[in-house]
């Protein structure tokens, strides 16, 4: 049997607290290779997920702990949908394909994923064009932008 408990939730979101990213990975799976990911993924607010898509695979997303604002966009970078997962809602699950971005709202949050595998690195033209990279600048003009931005709104610039 495989368990997350409350303890490894706050034992992960002290190692998330302490990492550059602001984020720590648990995998579920026992490897990258597995068919079907599955891991919990602590996010500490001011870590940056820049918009991306999954062509390949669904992708599920239930808080364990916390709220995470989800963000879908179209090919343009507008808004098309806005969920404040922990809050408006328990589970998501967005279609392959889908435009999003994750930002974690509170101290202590993880958030569950499950989607297929094997595993596969985010490919540069599956990174939105109109949003910075990690590590550049923009990103926290980005995440302020993501916490106001509502169905309809885009054309995010720096």
């Not at 098309?80 to 279609?95: A, N, Q």
């Not at 910075?132 to 610039?157: C, I, K, N």
Request: net charge negative.
């Amino acid at each position: 049997m495989k368990q997350i408990t409350f303890s490894d939730l706050q034992q992960q979101s002290e190692q998330a607290a302490n990492s550059p990213r602001l984020r720590a990975h648990r995998n579920v799976h026992p490897e990258l290779s597995d068919p079907v990911q599955r891991l919990a993924i602590a996010m500490e607010p001011g870590t940056y997920v820049r918009p991306h898509r999954h062509p390949h695979t669904f992708e599920l997303l239930t808080p364990l702990s916390g709220r995470f604002l989800v963000l879908n966009f179209d090919d343009k970078g507008n808004v098309t949908h806005r969920v404040v997962l922990g809050e408006d809602c328990k589970v998501l699950e967005m279609d392959a394909g889908t435009w999003h971005a994750v930002l974690s709202m509170d101290k202590g949050g993880v958030i569950f994923e499950v989607k297929h595998g094997g595993y596969q690195p985010v490919a540069e033209q599956d990174s939105a064009a109109w949003a910075p990279a990690e590590g550049e600048s923009g990103t926290a003009e980005l995440m302020t932008w993501y916490r106001q931005a509502q169905v309809g709104d885009g054309g995010f610039t720096l």
